[in-house]
Structures are given as C-alpha cells and as structure tokens.
DNA sequence: GTTAACTGTGCAAGATCGTGCAACAACAGG
DNA sequence: CCTGTTGTTGCACGATCTTGCACAGTTAAC
C-alpha cells in the first residue's frame, strides 16, 4: 500500500463520513496506528483535515478561506461604499485597502474620472480595472490566506515607493477607546505603511465594525482624517458626539 | 521488451489501476526494479504520471465541478494545463505566467504538495489560494488593461528580488522560426524578466498558439527548457521533429 | 484522583531512491 | 567488416525515506 493511497483514503474516509477514527483505519487497511497518525497530522498540516483526539475531522465551512465569501456584502457595507465614492476626488490617486467594503467601492467607481487605483488586494484590483477606466496598481507581496492581502516585506518595500492622496481603510474593529483594529498582525503592518504615504486615511465604518475590537492595532483613531458611517447606523456610538466629531475630523 | 512498451504497460496500468509499484511490476515483466524506476521518473519528466515512494500515481484530474461544468471533453488549454500539472515538483516554487492556461493551471494545483506560487496576475494568484494550500506571491506593479498583468518598473524591482524553481510561460505565438511572441512590449519585458529569476522556463503551447506570431519577441526557443504541447492536438508542428525535440528538452 | 487511551518523539530495521559505472546491443560511417 | 558512438540495462553503494516499536508526557473519562 502507497503511502499516498493511504492518505487519498483518508480524505476520502473524511468526506463520506465526516469523520477517521485512527485506530479503526489501521485496523482496517492493516498498518500500524503509527502510520495512520502521521498522515494525518500531516493532512492537518496542510490544512486538509483537523486533528481531533483518537482521530480527525474535515475542516469546518466557517474556517475556509475569506475568499469563498467573496461577493458578499452586507446591505451596510453598500451603503458606507457608496457614501465613500463620494470623497473621491476627480483626477486623484487613491488607495483601496483589502475587504469586502473596499470591493464594493471597486465596483462603483466613476467613470471617466482619470483615477489612479492602488490596492494590496487582488480582487479588489481586478474589480476596478473591469469597473472603471482608473489605472490600478497592485502592491505585490505574500497573500495572507485568510484575507486574501498582499503583505510582509515585498509589499512594505513597495508601498514605501508609492504616493497617494486618499487611503480607504479597512478594519475590524471601530472603537473610541480601543482606536482601529484587525485580526491579522501582518495586515496592521501594512495598513499602517499605507496610511503612512498617504495624505489623507479615510476609515470605512460599516454597522457591525462600530463598537467591535479585534487583537491588532492598526491606528489610532487621531491618525485619521475621516471616519464613513452608514447613514443608516442606529448604533448610539455613530450619534454621540464621538461619532460627530470623527465624522467631520 | 521494447522501453516503449514498457512505458506502455506503465501508463495502462497507471490508467485502470490508478497506482504502479515498481517492485510488482518489475517482479511481473522480468526486469530490474531500476528500468521501472527510470520509465516512472521520464514518465514523470514528462508530466504523465506522478512519482510516489514506492511507485507512481495518475496525475490529478481537473476539480470535479469543473469537469462536470464543461463536460469530459476539455479543451486545448485545459489538456495542456493538465499536462503541465504533472510537472509541478511538491516542495518547489513555481512562476504562473497570466493567462487562461496558467489559470487553469493555478486551479489544478495539487492539495498537500507545499508549493510556493509567484504570479504577476491577480486572477491566478486568487485561483491559486483559493484551490489549492500554497503559499502565494503576487507581483505587483501597474496592470495592463488587456491582460490584467502586472508590469511596470515596479514589477520588474519585486521580480528581481525573487527566485524560482521553474516559470510556467504562457505567450500568445510559439513559432520555429520567430520564437516565442506576445501582444504587448510590456509584457513581453516581465516575461523575460521572470524566466531571469528561474531556473528552469517552460512554455504552455495550446493548439491555438503553435505556428501563430505576435507583435512583439519574448525569448527565443533555445531559452525555454521545454514546451508542454497539448496531447491531443494534430498540428504538422507538433509531431514534426521541431516539436519532439522541445517536447524533451 | 485514578485509569485507560491517545499523542509526540526518538530510534533502528528495512525498503526505496539517485548516481556512477561497466557490460552490452544497436547503429552509422568508413 | 571494422570501429567509434550512442543508448539501454543491471549492479553497487551511499543517501534518504518509511515504518513499527518503545517510552514518556498528555488528555479524556469515570
């Protein structure tokens, strides 16, 4: 028995079943647990499966990569990309952060406004070279699996050659103590370059980010020239006058 | 017994089998275990079948909604990707040019191989995250209109400071006398740019593109170590001595 | 808190791999 | 017919990989 036959039964175990039991498999195909054991921790090291005590199970839907929630946007997100289209310039050159917000700006951008799009994400660069007659650059660099971003050093390396005047931001979490946060260390990095060569940082503050706190700073709230709420945000935190006083900082 | 037959045998077992084991079938034609081994890794070479410890398995067909969606028979492009599929060492790094072929082959890419994936095409780069578990590296720079590619002098300083085991090439003319040509000046200047930081350089050569020339030169055959043809295709060009000897080299 | 099951690691035996080498056959040119 | 070349084959050998076992630490269950 290949060793690859061996693992090709166990994804296969994984789907139909849902789940491996290793002792029952060894028993089964005649080698020793030993071996099944190693082949799945080495599934699971690739992400093929997720290792549980006595077995594994097939990795959970809520865990695939953000990319399969492409598309999605919440009626909020729409909303706050529309009212953000509006602070884009005629002529300027803008930076458009990763997320689903930021996408849904891509797809709206005016034509013929001689735009200069520059964004560390690709889907985010593709859905503006289709929608729009902007120049896009894209900021190179390794793409996190979870959010589909270019980051690490390539991407600060080229992002400290570049210019605009307006960066739209992308975060996870809005908050008057806690400042911008995200979920991802790396992506803070990179917003923070970003936002460092940019003349103005422009906050996108969907409904369900307003309040939240992520692990990963990105910046303080004083950093930034604007925050955009949903018109529709009822959230007592978007009507106080710390909502105010951001909204027209 | 003829090597080719042996071949033969090879991969008509590899087909109703799905598996060889070098020792059984050595055991069975009544040659050394070595000729197995060297048919299985030319085989290999060749992209044909993938080589296991202990034997060799089929290469990996396409992801079963794609076959489903477009029906068995796959076109050109598909069969060639397919193809190049097979070349694709597990552990190595590897160039995806842009193009529908190395998009098909970023969405082919087999699971568990750790690879590292460079690409200056937003497209392949999200098909490559999104099929498959390797690591992604985008090139940026400014994308062309046309072809949705990355070029620009930011691409050519980002490609400088990369390295990579093998660059798939896709072109749009594949010609004996004109050599490799694409549409675009740009890039045309990426592309070889890309092959510099490579050690091996092997071009995509769908149906469409043999005999065919384009506006502007890319690198001349002798710089490609080889040329993926597709299986199927009947062109003069391809079963002429011009294509055999690219085929191997 | 005790017990049994499970896990990771180190290790040694065996299998398999790639490479270099020599023997041999097939072939082209003289 | 002879000879040099090329390509194939099997073997030897050191390197690498896989596998099962032992053992100690950890986890789940009672």
Avoid: N
Avoid at 72 to 90: C, F, H, M, Q, Y
Avoid at 197 to 203: G, H, L, Q, Y
């Amino acid at each position: 028995m290949l060793g690859v036959q061996r693992k090709d039964h166990l994804l296969d175990l994984l789907a139909r079943e849902g789940r491996v039991v290793a002792k029952e498999v060894a028993a089964a195909l005649g080698v020793s647990e030993d071996s099944i054991r190693r082949d799945l921790r080495e599934l699971a090291d690739s992400g093929l499966c997720i290792r549980v005590y006595g077995g594994a199970v097939p990795v959970p839907a809520a865990d695939a990569p953000e990319v399969s929630r492409r598309g999605i946007a919440t009626d909020s997100k729409e909303r706050v990309a529309r009212a953000a289209i509006g602070l884009v310039r005629p002529g300027s050159t803008i930076v458009l952060d990763a997320g689903t917000t930021t996408l849904a700006m891509a797809r709206m951008l005016p034509h013929g406004a001689d735009l200069t799009v520059i964004t560390p994400s690709p889907a985010v660069a593709l859905a503006a070279l289709e929608g729009s007659q902007a120049r896009v650059f894209l900021v190179g660099g390794e793409l996190s699996r979870h959010s589909a971003v270019a980051g690490g050093g390539l991407a600060l390396e080229a992002i400290a050659h570049l210019a605009a005047d307006v960066f739209f931001l992308g975060v996870t979490g809005i908050d008057p103590g806690q400042g911008l946060t995200t979920g991802e260390l790396d992506d803070a990095v990179t917003k923070r370059a970003l936002a460092a060569r940019s003349a103005e940082t422009i906050v996108l503050a969907s409904a369900e980010k307003v309040g939240a706190v992520s692990r990963f700073p990105v910046l303080d709230l004083a950093a930034v020239h604007g925050v955009v709420f949903d018109p529709e945000d009822a959230s007592p935190l978007v009507g106080s006058e710390w909502g105010r006083s951001l909204r027209l900082a």
